[in-house]
């Protein structure tokens, strides 16, 4: 049924974010490419997990207890089209493919350690001269960043990963409250620096991933640090805009290290349904 599972919320907020950057942020994305990006996403999702139930077989012990797989590719999808920014919907296709197939490719056991989005993004960024990311597209306007938190900290509660948005939100913040201090910089810079849709957009609803990032809290917290001081790095040495991205790309595989570190309960969405999931 509609609404038991968390990730139907998770699809009515991204799309209503999508709605609000193209109506009250007057985004140049074409409706087009919304439509290619979706429909590429699923289709990819059908054709890999046939090809991955053939491989393995036994379709029965696969799916039992699992929903049909419509909900994962519609949010891959939804994420892609509010963050990613193309001129031609071939870029936008190539994101979505890579995507899903990442799922599918970068796994150890039935775990996937990539973002599946965020790993869409970086591959056309690197293999398509026409896609990029504006980080500064939601403005600073208080309103977003209280939708964001809302909606976000509701879907966090149910899947029991703020942890992670904490860790890494808390983390950045510091580190960028000691640079303003030793700069001599006024707080309304350091406001400026935080309060961004994109960065609350990553923090609530990308870097908190259940399915790929670390399962034992402590991994969990260890790993949004890293992240963040990664981040921190990138933006501040490199000036480098998209700085989250690039962290959580490139910091991603550190999941395996520390699932095998750190034992934890493998998330799965029907627990979801119970309010979270016990460590």
Known sequence: MLFQDIRDYQILFLSLFLFLGIGTRDWTIKPELILVTIITSLVTQWVLLNIQIRVIGNWENQTKGVSLPIRSPLITSLGLCLLLR???????????????????????????????ANFGIITVLLLTPDAWVSPGQWGEEWWYGMLFVGTGGMILKRVGRWDTTAAFLGSYAVLEAMRNFWLGWTWDVYWHRLMSG?????????????????????????????????????????????AVFWALFALAPLTVLFDTFWQGKRFVWQEARSGGVEE
Not at 86 to 111: E, H, P, Q, R
């Open 86 to 116: 193309a001129d031609n919907w071939t870029t936008m296709a190539l994101a979505a493919v890579c995507a899903i197939a990442s799922k599918f490719v970068f796994k150890v056991g039935d775990k996937h350690f990539f973002n599946p």
């Open 198 to 242: 994109s960065l609350l957009l990553f923090a609530l609803f990308m870097v908190t991933d259940p399915r790929s990032i670390p399962n034992a809290r402590i991994g969990r917290l260890i790993w949004a640090v890293c992240i963040a001081i990664f981040t921190y790095i990138l933006r501040n040495e490199f000036y480098l805009s998209t």
